[in-house]
């Protein structure tokens, strides 16, 4: 089982509408919650990251966790064709001295103007 | 402006070959990480630096070395390359910090024939 899932999409969306992007992980050790944005032909880019269980909002997007059933959730309110990128969840454990990222596989999301 | 550049957009090489690919970032990081992205798997951690000189493995470091002789440049190695050895490979930089954002280079795809 990997440690971190996620679907891979395509998730087709018309503009406007409201995008639901999740992950699931199995790691209670995971500790910060991050989501990365990656457009085609670029390297991932920071989105939003949060800490403790519940939401964070930015904007147009809502980070929310439940730690208790161990789910990551994305929300984009009012989707624009410029959000279509893969979105990449990437739970966070701290070792000693340093921190690990588990990515992970990403939802590639189109949004259609 | 975090500027993380690698040398190679592309790159063809043939098996057996003694592959370098470099990694130089301008904002003064700590730490410093290769990555290899395939479909379906996600970014998985290669090797990382947390300062010159000093590296470790990260979870697929099998085929791989890295070398860390100055503080913006990391180097990853593929002694001998190998047809499964072909993939999409991104460095990162990152302060030091436990919930520290990585910055990630455009990219690197390798195709090993």
């Known amino acids: 089982q990997k440690e971190v899932e996620q679907d891979p999409g395509p998730l087709s969306v018309p503009e406007g509408a409201i995008v639901s992007l999740n992950c699931t992980y199995s790691?209670?050790?995971?500790?910060?919650f991050m989501w990365y944005r990656q457009y085609s032909r670029k390297g991932p880019e920071l989105l939003m990251y949060?800490?403790?269980?519940g939401n964070k909002e930015d904007g147009r997007f809502t980070a929310q966790v439940d730690k208790s059933s161990k789910y990551i959730s994305l929300f984009i309110r009012d989707s624009q064709p410029s959000d279509s990128a893969t979105y990449l969840c990437?739970?966070?454990?701290?070792?000693?001295?340093?921190?690990?990222?588990?990515f992970g596989s990403g939802t590639r999301l189109l949004v259609r103007p | 402006d975090v500027k993380v550049t690698q040398s190679s957009r592309y790159l063809v090489k043939r098996t057996g070959e003694k592959v370098f690919l470099e990694c130089v970032q301008d904002?003064?990081?700590?730490?410093m990480f290769w990555y290899r992205q395939d479909p379906g798997l996600g970014l998985r951690l290669i090797y990382f630096?947390?300062?010159?000189?000093?590296?470790e493995k990260g979870d697929i470091p099998e085929g791989y070395s890295v070398s860390r002789e100055k503080k913006e440049r990391f180097s990853l190695i593929l002694e001998s390359a190998s047809t499964n050895q072909t993939s999409m490979y991104l460095c990162?930089?990152?302060?030091?910090?436990?919930?520290?954002?990585?910055?990630f280079g455009p990219g690197t795809r390798l195709t090993v024939l």
């Open positions: 990162a930089s990152s302060l030091t910090g436990t919930n520290s954002e990585q910055f």
């Open positions: 790691n209670s050790a995971f500790q910060y």
């Open positions: 949060t800490y403790s269980s």
């Open positions: 990437a739970p966070c454990m701290v070792m000693d001295s340093s921190y690990k990222l588990i």
């Open positions: 904002m003064d990081h700590e730490n």
């Open positions: 630096s947390y300062d010159v000189k000093m590296k």
